[in-house]
């Protein structure tokens, strides 16, 4: 039983550390990056491959660390996320976060993980999270294909429509959630 709680997150309030500097922490930054370009993150790898490190110079705003990990990259904070082939290394992070109460996540170990990062849908300001609970990123990676296919184009236009009803309507949140329904039941084609 999948039993995660979905949150999202403001990557640009709190602070994030990566650490590693290969293909998987640069897939880590990328699906980081590709929801908050403006995100406060911090990154420390032993050695980083030349194609992330000529994508960081887009984001003057992260901080790189070409060396090992020390224990002082932890201070202030909230997430940490561990992209590397060194499963002592790995252990240590787990431990130090622990210890810390930092959310941590270790790609490709789910054991270690506090969270996961989860297939993404993204049309305008409609996001969607699709987790398997660890168990198949593969399916988790169709099911976004099949959502990102099905979901119009216009969905953004009609978030704009239905947010802008929403602040001219008048009452308590009772009568505001009964209006947005009575609007919305025949969006997707049936009612409820």
């Given at each position: 039983m999948n039993q995660l709680f979905p949150i999202f997150v403001k990557l640009n309030q709190i602070h994030t550390l990566l650490v590693g500097g290969g293909k998987v922490a640069l897939e880590k930054f990328e699906a980081l990056a590709s929801n908050d370009n403006a995100l406060n993150l911090t990154i420390v790898a032993?050695?980083?491959?030349?194609?992330?490190a000529q994508l960081l110079k887009e984001y003057p705003q992260i901080?790189?660390?070409?060396?090992?990990?020390?224990?002082?990259?932890?201070?202030n904070k909230q997430l940490v996320i561990a992209a590397t082939n060194n499963m002592e290394l790995n252990e240590q992070l787990?431990?130090?976060?622990?210890?810390?109460?930092?959310?941590?996540?270790?790609?490709?170990?789910p054991e270690l993980c506090d969270?996961?990062?989860?297939?993404?849908?993204?049309?305008?300001n409609l996001k969607i999270a699709i987790s398997t609970n660890g168990k198949s990123p593969t399916?988790?990676?169709?099911?976004?294909e099949l959502l990102n296919d099905l979901l119009p184009e216009e969905i953004d236009e009609t978030l704009s429509l239905m947010s802008t009803y929403r602040d001219q309507l008048k009452g308590d949140f009772e009568f505001k959630v009964k209006k947005l329904n009575e609007h919305t039941k025949d969006i997707l084609g049936h009612e409820r």
């Open positions: 032993k050695e980083i491959i030349p194609e992330f901080d790189l660390y070409v060396r090992p990990f020390a224990s002082e990259d932890m201070i787990r431990n130090l976060t622990r210890q810390n109460n930092i959310l941590f996540n270790a790609a490709d170990k969270f996961y990062l989860g297939s993404i849908v993204k049309k305008g399916i988790a990676k169709r099911l976004k």
